[in-house]
């Protein structure tokens, strides 16, 4: 079998076991948000709840029906990508509001600001990371190792909160270089919102550098016993030159698959950051929906989050594999 | 003429546990432009650290304590790090054992090649390139304009070792440090490789350092010969006077171990039921048949060598005796019947009569536990005994294994030498009292003396048990030293079997004959009168004609 047609094989399946996990994850999804505590009935109803009101709401939602309809209805709306429609935006309709919008309409641009900062920030702390790792290994042992150790040690071990309100303080309160508020929206110039998403995006920074650096520090440094890089060093090659081009390129599998773990985190983990610079993103409306039980939204964001670690850790896995020249270049 | 290396008073000292111990206790060597010397000794004498200290280069926890290293007037032990980058792989360049672990698998041969040249400023990359393409075709690999665009685990081993000479080349240093480069090889993929090195080095007039345990090997290639114990030099002679006059008694013991042999027995009376017979197996890993139609017999109290090269198929068949791997056709019989082609459907006492001894005595123990628990364990589970009979039975193996019992009984693994860890794999296969035996190169990790006493201690305990072997190997001289029958095999079929004084004597055939006469003999001219022999002439000159 040739290079491409095994490497075909190999993505095709972990394609497919993608797609098994995901529909194992709706399964739990499903389940685990209907094991919420209250409904949307009495949460929104509030005081005045009596048992008749709450019965036509869930009525009118279809929340009377078993879990299982409900459960193979909301799958076959997943699968014709028709999300549904929020509790909330029915319940307004149903009162005589305006036209709705769909949860598509609702977390598309959510998400999409979401990705934008996660852009932003693998951007600045990808290659910030390999860099710094790369510079660790080559200086192992020395004041810059330890010094690059402890600093991103430390900005991964304080709360994400605390880490924006430091950044608030020197850069935006004590030096205004950028603003503290990142209320971004539609139809805004590319420059100014990169520029009101730089704080969260310096803060998502430090949380995820630090991982990636000790891995790629490690993955390195874990070959230097190799025999290949003795030999280079024996061909009288920098010490920078052995670690670039001789230790980094059998050092990519395990490196990917950190930042593929941390690109996920970016996605799905920004709710504080979220919170704390008022960027409209997919955590916040996830943690709103939350509050008032809205079933169907809160089932979406969780399908999304699942799929953005699968699409990921997938992406990784395949770049791993073309990493490894055995199983590009087979004999 | 000046020396181009000269070492004088050479320490070094390794770390263990905090604190620095001696390796090398002041070794003196001198080297002229253009001459060859062989450092030999077991291991542990330092060969490798000398070599590698040559190039000013020791490895992590590993330090250069006392002496000079002068190459070409400059003392690499106290020269900058940016110094000895300038020389290393410029003028002095390394070979190392295992040309598989020494390529880089993530680049192709071709660019690790004009690496060097291009890093150096020697030469550029397309002149290098086709350089590199020009000393391929002089070491005869095969397909020369193109093997350099592959990776390193598209080329077999006795290549890449070819490349890796190659490599070292690339900037035609001075000197070359050749550091066991085939050990790792097969017997007949050697001799093209000693060839190779030996008519490059002299062709560029290399000078050069050979570090081995091979004395034949070494008798090949070295002008001079250095013998090595434990740090410390033996003693230093031209090669002929080396080889017929040594005067040290150590050296003189290393001679002397090719000259053991066991006794041929007699004939095996016709129609014994032989203890294990293998018959007409034919094995394949997943779709693809790596055994074809193999059929043996081993008798009581015989000794039969499997012989091959790598990837022959001899442990394959040892795989299919224990059950491991079920032949897809054809059967094992114990004693006359015929056992169930999987282990997990054997019985106990069926387990018990064959058993296991492995190269590696290094990973076949298990390290956490004591000699005591690893030999008693299969005395427990087929021997049924518990507490003090246990521990008498123990010592009973430790004694027959000549291991004081009262000493290694609390040790663990790592508190062994290697010989002493492949004598407790013999006696946890002794453990199960079994009747036949399979010993998978259990001497090939081993220094020769070590090997030997292995190998007597091996005989003795037939003698005494009436234990059958199946001994598989690559290396003649051990068939030649314990074998009663032999079993040629090549890419998983029987080519030759029979007697080993047959085998041993011709006529034989012709992939017998091969295997046979690529042994390296003592005698410095062998590869020589081979090469002429086998109709191959001096390769520098063929390639020279080509230019």
Not at chain 1, 158 to 182: H, R
Not at chain 2, 54 to 80: H, N
Request: proline share 5%.
């Amino acid at each position: 079998m040739d290079g491409l047609s095994s490497i075909l094989k190999i993505v095709l399946q972990r394609l497919g076991l993608g797609l098994v996990t995901l529909f194992v994850v709706s399964i739990v999804i499903f389940v685990a948000v209907n094991l919420l505590p209250g409904d949307f009935a009495e949460a929104i109803l509030g005081q005045g709840a009596t048992p008749e009101s709450v019965a036509k709401i869930r009525e009118d939602l279809g929340l009377d029906q078993p879990m299982i309809t409900r459960y193979f209805s909301w799958l076959k709306g997943m699968l014709t990508l028709d999300l549904g429609t929020s509790f909330a935006q029915l319940n307004f309709a149903n009162f005589g509001g305006a036209g709705t919008t769909t949860i598509a309409e609702q977390i598309a641009p959510r998400l999409s600001n979401t990705m934008f900062l996660a852009a932003v920030t693998a951007c600045i702390a990808v290659p910030l990371a390999v860099t710094l790792g790369i510079l660790a290994a080559l200086y192992r042992n020395t004041a810059f190792d330890k010094a690059a150790n402890m600093f991103t040690l430390s900005s991964i071990s304080s709360p994400e909160f605390f880490m924006a309100y430091v950044l608030i303080l020197f850069l935006a309160v004590l030096n205004p270089i950028f603003p503290s508020l990142s209320n971004i929206f539609e139809g805004m110039a590319f420059s100014e919102r990169l520029e009101k998403s730089m704080l969260p995006a310096l803060t998502l920074t430090l949380v995820v550098t630090a991982h990636m650096m000790r891995m790629t520090r490690a993955a390195i440094i874990n070959l230097l016993a190799s025999p290949y890089i003795e030999m280079a060093r024996l061909k009288g090659l920098s010490p920078m030159r052995v670690i670039v081009k001789h230790a980094l390129p059998n050092a990519l599998a395990p490196i990917i698959n950190v930042i593929a773990l941390n690109l996920a985190y970016l996605i799905t983990g920004v709710v504080v950051v979220e919170v704390v610079f008022v960027y409209p993103g997919i955590g916040q409306l996830f943690v709103d929906s939350v509050k008032i039980r809205d079933i169907p939204v809160v089932q979406a964001c969780c399908l999304i989050f699942a799929a953005a670690y699968i699409l990921l850790n997938l992406t990784a896995d395949i770049l791993s594999i073309l990493s490894n020249p055995r199983l590009r270049h087979p004999k | 003429m000046s020396n181009l290396l000269t070492i004088r008073g050479l320490k070094i000292e390794g770390r263990s546990d905090e604190t620095w111990n001696p390796i090398i206790n002041g070794v003196d060597l001198n080297l002229k432009k253009g001459e060859v010397l062989g450092l030999i000794g077991e291991s542990g004498a330092g060969k490798s650290t000398i070599g590698l200290a040559a190039m000013g280069y020791t490895r992590d926890g590993v330090r250069i304590s006392d002496g000079t290293v002068e190459f070409d007037g400059i003392d690499l032990v106290r020269a900058s790090a940016a110094v000895k980058r300038g020389l290393l792989g410029k003028r002095i360049a390394y070979v190392a054992q295992s040309a598989a672990a020494s390529f880089n698998p993530a680049h192709k041969i071709i660019d690790q090649h004009t690496e060097a040249p291009v890093q150096h400023g020697v030469d550029n990359r397309a002149s290098s390139i086709e350089d590199g393409i020009e000393l391929y075709r002089k070491l005869r690999l095969p397909n020369p304009d193109e093997i350099g665009f592959r990776y390193p685990h598209q080329v077999s081993g006795g290549q890449l070792q070819r490349a890796m000479t190659a490599m070292a080349m690339s900037c035609r240093p001075d000197l070359i440090i050749f550091d066991e480069p085939t050990t790792a090889l097969d017997v007949t993929t050697q001799i093209e490789v000693l060839a190779s090195i030996r008519e490059i080095v002299e062709e560029f007039d290399t000078a050069a350092i050979y570090i081995t345990h091979d004395l034949a090997v070494v008798a090949q290639m070295a002008d001079t010969i250095k013998v090595l114990l434990r740090g410390d030099e033996v003693e230093e002679a031209d090669t002929r006077t080396m080889l017929s006059a040594p005067k040290e008694d150590y050296t003189k013991s290393l001679w002397a171990v090719r000259a053991f042999e066991r006794p041929a027995k007699p004939a095996v009376s016709t129609g014994a039921v032989p203890v294990v017979s293998v018959r007409n197996v034919t094995a394949a890993y997943g779709t693809t048949d790596v055994l074809h139609d193999v059929s043996f017999d081993i008798h009581a109290g015989r000794t039969v060598a499997v012989v091959g090269e790598s990837g022959s198929g001899k442990s394959t068949t040892a795989r299919c005796i224990t059950g491991l791997l079920p032949p897809r056709i054809g059967e094992i019989a114990f004693d006359g019947e015929v056992l169930p082609a999987d282990y997990r459907k054997r019985s106990k006492d069926q387990l018990r009569q064959a058993q296991m001894i492995y190269q590696m005595a290094d990973t076949a123990l298990n390290p956490r536990k004591t000699i005591g628990q690893i030999i008693g364990r299969p005395v427990q589970f087929y021997g049924g005994l518990t507490g003090s009979a246990r521990r008498a039975r123990v010592d009973e193996l430790l004694e027959q294994i000549e291991l004081e019992p009262s000493q290694y009984f609390n040790r663990l693994p790592s508190e062994l030498s290697g010989g002493q860890k492949q004598r407790v794999g013999i006696a946890r296969a002794l453990a199960a009292e079994p009747k036949f035996i399979i010993c998978d190169e259990v001497t090939s990790a081993l220094d020769q003396l070590v090997a030997e006493g292995i190998l007597r201690l091996l005989g003795d305990l037939q003698d005494k048990l009436g234990l059958s072997y199946m001994f598989i190997t690559h290396d003649l001289a051990t068939v030649k030293a314990i074998a009663d029958e032999v079993v040629v095999m090549k890419d998983g079929k029987v080519i030759e079997q029979g007697p080993k004084l047959d085998m041993f004597t011709p006529p034989h055939h012709a992939y017998t004959d091969l295997l046979l006469s690529s042994v390296p003999e003592m005698d410095p001219d062998w590869l020589t009168n081979l090469l002429q022999e086998r109709g191959v002439d001096n390769i520098g000159d063929a390639a020279v004609d080509k230019m």
